[in-house]
């Protein structure tokens, strides 16, 4: 069974940086899509980037283009997620999320929260 843990959250100002780390179990992540996805109070959980390592694919969405960057570390087995120049509307709580294993981003929508069969408990993320 794939388990994820998020870590990296915390309360930062506007305009700084934070980095969430999801670590993965075995080396699920380097042959699954893997997500982040956030959710605000009162908001929908809405997906926000992905990468699928073995073909080199990222993606980001909208909102978050410019600011936000996905990687991974194949030596940590671990999923990045860096944040820039938060604002107060990257407030929610951030969860990392995995496609079954061996698929790629590609064959799902990948902003879709029924894509991924596995999450982690998610880290909060507040900007003030």
């Known amino acids: 069974e794939v388990q994820l843990v998020e870590s990296g959250g915390g309360s930062v100002q506007a305009g700084g940086s934070l980095r969430l780390s999801c670590a993965a179990s075995g080396n699920t992540y380097t042959s699954s899509c893997m997500g982040w996805f956030r959710q605000a109070p009162g908001k929908e959980r809405e997906g926000i980037a992905a990468i699928f390592g073995a073909e080199g694919i990222t993606r980001l969405a909208a909102g978050v283009q410019g600011r936000f960057t996905i990687s991974q570390n194949n030596a940590e087995n671990k999923v990045y997620l860096r944040m820039n120049s938060l604002n107060s509307e990257d407030t929610a709580m951030y969860y990392c999320?995995?496609?079954?294993?061996?698929?790629?981003?590609?064959?799902?929508?990948?902003?879709?929260?029924?894509?991924?069969?596995?999450w982690g408990q998610g880290t909060q993320v507040t900007v003030s």
């Open positions: 999320a995995a496609y079954p294993i061996g698929m790629s981003c590609a064959k799902r929508v990948w902003t879709g929260r029924d894509s991924y069969p596995y």
